[in-house]
């Protein structure tokens, strides 16, 4: 039945009709300064620099090692806006190619654009490495939130004026269950109601590993696929990239950790 239900719902999207709950309809009609107060209500934090570098984090502040970010940025932007999509699943084919750094870095590149408001999201219950970057401890998992534990207002952090971040701080023991349920679906367009981002980026697992994302990509617009430069195979691109392209729009792969770059290792390429 949900599979039926999503399936009408894409078809619905790809005809341009609003397919959203009545309620987040409702919402989505809030004020400019309900949407405000909103943001100002999240905690924000402040980013210690030298942790961010040491953690690849190199696009907040612009300049020449952010470059091949904005450049990402840009295009995925570009092609978001051509075709009305909000929602970007940030995945890879196996582990550890990436997929946080690039979220993460994606984020702060945005950052510096103070017309754009961003979410991300962590859907990543296995391992807990956007918290850790962060620094963040103790506030709670996005999945809390889900299981209506902790409120998103309480439970996000926010990066200056427009970018807002939930973290996992612990693991969940049914990711794809979590990633699968209604209660999720429904928590996102609450979100997308009351915060009203320009885009929302959810930091995914591994595909070939596990069916989490696999779980969720109904409920984004697009996926980006992070391939490791030395790492992934091309028949791994391949694959990831059909089933990709069966749940939701293919937006590009993207490749990381490349090694002749630009000496600092943090270029990626678009394709
Ligand atoms: N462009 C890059 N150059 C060099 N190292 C990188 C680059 N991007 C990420 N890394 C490093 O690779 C490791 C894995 O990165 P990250 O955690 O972002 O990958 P992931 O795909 O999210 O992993 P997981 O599958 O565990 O969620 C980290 O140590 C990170 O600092
Ligand atoms: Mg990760």
Known sequence: MERLQAALEKART???????PVQAKAK????????????????????DPRRMRRNRIVALSGGREASPVDLLRTKMLQQMRQNNWRRVAVTSPGAGCGKTTVCLNLAASLSRQPEMKTVLV??????????DILGIRGRGSFW????????????????GQNVLI??????ATNPSEILSNSATARLIDEIEAIYRPDILIFDMPPMLMTDDS??????VDCGLLVAAAEKTSVSQVDVCERDLAAQTNFLGVTLNQCRYSSGTGYDYSYH
């Open 122 to 131: 962590d859907l990543d219950m296995r391992r807990l490495a956007l918290a």
């Open 144 to 159: 809390d939130v889900v299981e209506g534990r902790v409120s998103f207002a309480e439970q996000a952090v926010r990066i």
């Open 166 to 171: 939930s973290v996992n701080t612990q693991k």
């Open 214 to 219: 696999l779980a969720f990509l109904d409920k």
């Open 14 to 20: 790809a005809r341009g009709e609003d397919t959203r």
């Open 28 to 47: 989505r009609a809030t004020s400019r300064g309900a949407v405000h107060e909103a943001w100002e209500a999240i905690e924000p934090i402040t980013l």
